[in-house]
Nanobody, 115 residues
Framework: EVRLVESGGGVVQPGGSLKLSCAASGFDFRDTGMRWFRQAFGKKLEWVSSISAGGGYLGYPDSVKGRFTISRDDAKNMLYLQMDNLRTEDTAMYYC????????RGQGTQVTVSL
């Protein structure tokens, strides 16, 4: 059974940082490209970052490029998202996913950026 469990969300002021974690199990994590998505209240699911199997390729949309960093630890089956210089518009539920569409994702972790 595929299982993805996100953690690390919270409330932070604009300009602050958070590091999200995703524990993966039930599939060959080392050979799987992984992604982070987010969904703000009332909005569509938005792709946030991608990392290839082996970590050689990293991808980000312009909205987070230079502020977010995706990484992985294959020995621990863990995926991470370091988020710096957070903005109010980054407020959303954040999900890790193993597919391109984001349909195979965990339960999410809430990130709230507010004064």
């Amino acid at each position: 059974e595929v299982r993805l469990v996100e953690s690390g969300g919270g409330v932070v002021q604009p300009g602050g940082s958070l590091k999200l974690s995703c524990a993966a199990s039930g599939f060959d994590f080392r050979d799987t490209g992984m992604r982070w998505f987010r969904q703000a209240f009332g909005k569509k699911l938005e792709w946030v970052s991608s990392i290839s199997a082996g970590g050689g390729y990293l991808g980000y949309p312009d909205s987070v490029k230079g502020r977010f960093t995706i990484s992985r630890d294959d020995a621990k089956n863990m995926l991470y998202l370091q988020m710096d210089n957070l903005r109010t518009e980054d407020t959303a539920m954040y999900y890790c996913a193993k597919d391109v569409a984001g349909s195979e994702r965990g339960q999410g972790t809430q990130v709230t950026v507010s004064l």
